[in-house]
């Protein structure tokens, strides 16, 4: 329990940017999913549709410190990769 006003106060800034932060992840998780089920599926128009849904989640995410921006390279690269592999 907090001893002071203002660790009182910080802790309650805590869970509210805790639960902005696992919104933001969850989306960004959606995101992805979604994506890889388009690759799945073999449809390129859908999976870069939905790759471009995901690059804007995996950038906001980024910005906002959720994720690392390394992260968002690794995993846009990787997807990336796998959307050029698909037949048109």
């Given at each position: 329990?907090a001893?002071?006003k203002?660790a009182?106060?910080a802790?309650r800034?805590?869970?509210?940017?805790?639960a902005?932060?696992?919104?933001?992840r969850?989306?960004?998780k959606?995101?992805?999913?979604?994506?890889?089920?388009a690759?799945?599926?073999?449809?390129?128009?859908?999976?870069?549709?939905a790759?471009?849904?995901?690059q804007?989640e995996?950038?906001r995410?980024?910005?906002?410190?959720?994720?690392?921006?390394?992260?968002?390279?690794?995993?846009?690269?990787?997807?990336?990769?796998?959307?050029?592999?698909?037949?048109?």
């Amino acid at each position: 329990m907090a001893n002071t006003k203002s660790a009182a106060k910080a802790a309650r800034q805590s869970l509210k940017r805790k639960a902005v932060n696992d919104a933001r992840r969850s989306r960004m998780k959606t995101t992805v999913k979604a994506s890889e089920a388009a690759i799945a599926a073999g449809d390129k128009a859908v999976a870069v549709d939905a790759f471009k849904t995901m690059q804007g989640e995996l950038m906001r995410s980024a910005r906002k410190g959720v994720i690392h921006p390394n992260t968002v390279a690794r995993k846009m690269s990787r997807m990336s990769k796998r959307i050029k592999a698909l037949k048109a």
